[in-house]
């Protein structure tokens, strides 16, 4: 299973960046949940937002109303507008797969830069 992030950069405060993950699997996995955490420095790693099998949404605190999760099959991307500079973190994408025999399992992207700064 392969993670692979693209999207970060610089921002200016109030603006708008869009992230986007491409998983690759073997055709036999199940992606069951996909998506995307954030890590700021100092603090814990945090749910942005993921998508599960059925199509269902969990969105984190922080960024309910400003951040929109979407799925086109393996790729999951996220639209983040109105950014403010507490958003700045680096973003990691996140799938949880079912493999068959060695049951579900969770992957991690390399992590991608966001930075909201004027």
């Known amino acids: ?5 693209s999207g970060g950069g610089l921002v200016q405060p109030g603006g708008s960046l869009t992230l986007s993950c491409a998983v690759s699997t073997e055709s036999s996995h199940i992606m069951n949940i996909i998506g ?8 814990q790693r945090e ?7 059925r199509g ?9 109303d400003r951040f929109t ?6 790729t999951v991307s996220i639209q983040m507008n109105n950014l403010k500079p507490e958003d700045t973190a680096v973003y990691y ?4 797969v ?5 049951g579900s399992v969770a992957y991690w992207g390399q992590g991608t830069q966001v930075t909201v700064s004027s």
């Open 93 to 96: 994408c996140y799938a949880n």
């Open 36 to 43: 995307w955490y954030r890590q700021a420095p100092g603090k």
């Open 98 to 102: 079912y493999t068959g025999a060695t």
């Open 47 to 53: 749910l942005v937002a993921t998508i599960d099998s």
């Open 56 to 64: 269902r949404i969990t969105d984190g605190d922080a960024v309910k």
């Open 69 to 74: 999760l979407s799925r086109d099959k393996n």
């Open 1 to 5: 299973v392969q993670l692979v992030e």
